[in-house]
């Protein structure tokens, strides 16, 4: 037993300080955490005690009360004994902190909660934010207000208004929800769910959103928008669009300040004054200056009800022409384009929406029909009630295809062709022209026409040589089929480049490198 009581004693000796100590820290601790400040009457006319209410005393006439960090004035008051509850009526405000007024005809303030709800006429103001609603919950710790019955946020540029809100007044964040609508003089936007930064002026929004400023509309259903600057990050099938252009992609940056903008994934941008479609994965665009540069898989389209051009390049451009309204559209680099009557590739292409005029630069190649033509330069002009025009210039070659591997063959300096519902239908030669077509007795080919004249033109019929004109005394000769060697039923630099061909609007994409071709494939699209 003995042993016991030392060992006993000296625990006591060597530890009870120490639990003394933490003891009296626990005490203090829960002491000093559950102390609350007593709500202070500062000032009344009158204080009474209440019949109607237990516990209550009544405040009448330029009440001002005091609570912790909080001030309070209203025209009456209920305090109450045995807690910190104020219920305040009459042009009630209170003061948090010299920088927060919380207004209402109403207020009941709970200290122990650190609570208040304000009903009627409640205008919540943090320095240059103003909130107004009819019913506001406000938490004290948090610094955070509650409202679910329409209510509106105004600072010094903008407005907006929403049936279910949040103020986080020490984040300087609102957030709205349901029937949520936004505006200054610089925009309006609708939303069902936003974020608004008080300070930077930034809105982040979640779920369908429209944005109207005085040149574009803007959709998306995320992303954010600067009301400041005009500039926005649009995600989630993300839009731009006016009265005259249309902007889609997956992932949209604009700038309204300088018109700048990025758009990346599925890019389409359409302008319907001039029927034209730009695609591409990537497009650096200006809104202001009108122009636009598409690259990773880039497409131009020119459509209309009767058929539709399809063209691709590495890169397209669009810019703005000295005509108002009009573009002009650069391709280049690997150009190919497929329209139903019209095919062709080259190295760079100009389009001119004005005249409808395509300029074709570097080994430009176009087919019609069984038609392969070719030149250093190509020129081609559409006209809506005159034929269209085809100008090739130096080195201009014209292959015919006919039956069993047989071609009829022009060959010039340069050369104006005239095509009529998509068919070649008269060519005009300037220049060392140069012919060779098989010549027929009703249907038989009978033989092999060589001629040669400076001029010449030449007239088509269901896609043969049906006619042929000379300026000048021609130089040339009949030879029968069966005398004809190989060498001779071609001319000099003949070249049949049919696997460069695009055969559907799909084929643009291929690399003629890599691009296989049969004759019936060929034979199918230009129907014969």
Not at 158 to 184: C, I, M, P, Q, R
Not at 344 to 362: A, E, I, P, R
Not at 419 to 426: A, F, T
Not at 440 to 453: F, H, M, Q, T, Y
């Amino acid at each position: 037993m003995s042993f016991y009581r030392i060992n006993t004693s000296a625990s006591l000796r060597k530890f009870t300080p120490a639990i003394f100590f933490l003891f009296l820290l626990f005490i203090a601790a829960k002491g000093f955490s559950q102390e609350k400040k007593r709500v202070e009457i500062i000032q009344a006319e009158t204080l009474e005690q209440s019949e109607n209410v237990a516990n209550a005393q009544r405040l009448i006439n330029d009440v001002i009360i005091r609570h912790e960090d909080i001030l309070l004035y209203c025209d009456s008051a209920y305090t109450y004994d045995q807690s910190n509850r104020v219920d305040a009526f009459g042009n009630v405000h209170i003061n948090k902190g010299d920088t927060l007024h919380l207004y209402a005809r109403k207020i009941y303030y709970d200290g122990d909660r650190s609570f208040a709800q304000a009903i009627n006429n409640v205008k919540l103001v943090n320095n240059e934010v103003t909130l107004y609603t009819d019913t506001l919950d406000y938490d004290m710790n948090l610094n955070v207000g509650y409202y679910d019955c329409f209510g509106k946020i105004v600072d010094s540029t903008n407005t907006l208004t929403s049936n279910v809100g949040k103020y986080y007044l020490d984040n300087n964040e609102a957030h709205f929800t349901d029937s949520v609508v936004g505006f200054s003089d610089k925009y309006t936007i609708n939303s069902e769910d936003l974020r608004y930064n008080t300070q930077t002026e930034v809105i982040y929004f979640m779920g369908p959103t429209t944005i109207r400023d005085s040149v574009n509309t803007l959709y998306a259903e995320d992303g954010w928008y600067n009301t400041q600057t005009g500039e926005a990050d649009l995600k989630d099938k993300p839009s731009v669009f006016n009265e005259t252009q249309l902007l889609t992609a997956q992932q949209i940056s604009y700038n309204k300040e300088n018109g700048d903008g990025y758009a990346e994934g599925n890019v389409h941008i359409e302008d319907f004054e001039n029927r034209t479609i730009i695609q591409g994965n990537k497009v650096i665009y200006n809104d202001a200056k009108e122009t636009a540069i598409a690259t990773d898989s880039a497409v131009f389209i020119s459509y209309s009800e009767a058929d539709s051009l399809f063209l691709h390049a590495d890169t397209l451009k669009s810019i703005p022409d000295t005509v108002d309204g009009e573009n002009i559209v650069m391709a280049y680099y690997g150009v190919r384009f497929f329209r139903t009557d019209i095919q062709g590739l080259c190295d760079s292409l100009m389009y001119f929406t004005k005249d409808s005029l395509v300029q074709m630069h570097s080994n430009p190649v176009i087919w019609s029909e069984q038609h392969q033509l070719s030149a250093d330069y190509v020129e081609m002009i559409q006209h809506t009630t005159a034929p269209n025009e085809m100008h090739m210039m130096k080195n201009s070659f014209i292959i015919s295809k006919q039956d069993s591997g047989r071609y009829d063959q022009i060959k010039g300096k340069d050369m104006t062709g005239y095509i009529v519902n998509g068919k070649l239908r008269n060519i005009d030669v300037d220049g060392n022209g140069q012919t060779l077509y098989y010549a027929r007795d009703k249907e038989a080919v009978i033989g092999l026409n060589r001629a040669e004249s400076s001029n010449i033109s030449i007239r088509f019929k269901e896609g043969k040589i049906d006619a042929i004109a000379f300026q000048k005394q021609p130089e040339g000769q009949l030879k029968p089929i069966l005398e004809l060697d190989e060498g001779e039923k071609t001319l000099p630099g003949f070249e049949w480049k049919i696997k460069l061909r695009p055969l559907s609007k799909n084929d643009i994409f291929w690399r003629p490198e890599k691009k296989e071709v049969v004759e019936e494939e060929v034979e199918e699209v230009i129907g014969q």
